[in-house]
T-cell receptor
Framework: GEDVEQSLFLSVREGDSSVINCTYTDSSSTYLYWYKQEPGAGLQLLTYIFSNMDMKQDQRLTVLLNKKDKHLSLRIADTQTGDSAIYFCAETFSGGYNKLIFGAGTRLAVHP | DAMVIQNPRYQVTQFGKPVTLSCSQTLNHNVMYWYQQKSSQAPKLLFHYYDKDFNNEADTPDNFQSRRPNTSFCFLDIRSPGLGDAAMYLC?????????????FGAGSRLTVL
């Protein structure tokens, strides 16, 4: 089956860290992705991780992958108001040609 | 800048009146996708083109059709829009290579059905 689950909403204070969580079902997924969608815009790739890695860091972003639990997280350090957006987790579904299956997105609200 | 452009950004149509949404890309990517995104839901893949090969998702209604006349352009045709088809329609492209499938998205076309 193909399913990606995310919590719908997260509120954090400016300067704190944000952690957005995701669970997926396809244990054969080779890559997992985080996309960001700002109001009125399309989805923009933030980062991705290969399934044989358990962590990837890119400036303020840290991705953690727990393959045993099929759990992916995105940590944003020093969250800023410009980080307010919807964040989508996605997996590459092994059953179809590199098809990306998205979660419903987590809306991140950053307040002063 | 190389990019994915969708037109129109906003489309209002009447129930049952056909609609065509367009997508163009300057990335020379060989794969083009159409996703439907409803509020607070995951983007749902409708179909994709791998070069000229059309790949329909099993649960995509017959009401949705697509055309890709050349590498740069792809169209989404909704033959008889219903109220349930009101959504954001996202076009995306990628290059078919080994490794991560990185999609580049357009800004979307928001469809309203009256």
């Amino acid at each position: 089956g193909e399913d990606v689950e995310q919590s719908l909403f997260l509120s954090v204070r400016e300067g704190d860290s944000s952690v957005i969580n995701c669970t997926y079902t396809d244990s054969s997924s080779t890559y997992l992705y985080w996309y960001k969608q700002e109001p009125g815009a399309g989805l923009q790739l933030l980062t991705y991780i290969f399934s044989n890695m358990d962590m990837k860091q890119d400036q303020r972003l840290t991705v953690l992958l727990n393959k045993k639990d099929k759990h992916l997280s995105l940590r944003i350090a020093d969250t800023q108001t410009g980080d307010s957006a919807i964040y989508f987790c996605a997996e590459t579904f092994s059953g179809g040609y590199n098809k990306l299956i998205f979660g419903a997105g987590t809306r991140l609200a950053v307040h002063p | 800048d190389a990019m994915v452009i969708q037109n129109p950004r906003y489309q209002v149509t009447q129930f049952g009146k056909p609609v065509t949404l367009s997508c163009s890309q300057t990335l020379n990517h060989n794969v083009m996708y159409w996703y439907q995104q409803k509020s607070s839901q995951a983007p749902k893949l409708l179909f994709h083109y791998y070069d000229k090969d059309f790949n329909n998702e099993a649960d995509t209604p017959d009401n949705f059709q697509s055309r890709r006349p050349n590498t740069s352009f792809c169209f989404l045709d909704i033959r008889s829009p219903g109220l349930g088809d009101a959504a954001m329609y996202l076009c995306a492209t990628s290059r078919a290579i080994q490794g991560a499938n990185v999609l580049t998205f357009g800004a979307g076309s928001r469809l309203t059905v009256l």
